[in-house]
Nanobody
């Protein structure tokens, strides 16, 4: 089992920045993919970005310019730097990791963007 703890969410003004962290622990083998998803009220959960152990990244279209995903393999931690936040970025952000074919979700961290 892999446990995930997300942090860094909170209230931010429009145009502001936040940095989310996702720390993995437990019976980790490789964490070959770490990623972030988000879910706005009344909407389906959607991909934000993923990153492989080797550093290859994949972004949703809305995240390509304003968001940056990174990871520290030594710390089993992924980060999501979010800049120029918009009201539509509000929601719960979830960490997802893949570890030898198993997928694990974090409990989520909420982002509120105020105008």
């Amino acid at each position: 089992q892999v446990q995930l703890v997300e942090s860094g969410g909170g209230l931010v003004q429009v145009g502001g920045s936040l940095r989310l962290s996702c720390a993995a622990s437990g019976s980790i083998v490789s964490l070959n993919v770490m990623g972030w998803y988000r879910q706005a009220p009344g909407k389906q959960r959607e991909l934000v970005a993923t990153i492989t152990t080797g550093g290859s990244t994949n972004y949703a279209e809305f995240a390509k310019v304003r968001f940056t995903i990174s990871r520290d393999n030594a710390k089993n931690t992924a980060y999501l730097q979010m800049n120029t936040l918009k009201p539509e970025d509000a929601g719960v952000y979830y960490c997802l990791v893949h570890d030898v074919g198993m997928a694990y979700w974090g409990k989520g961290t909420r982002i509120t963007v105020s105008s």
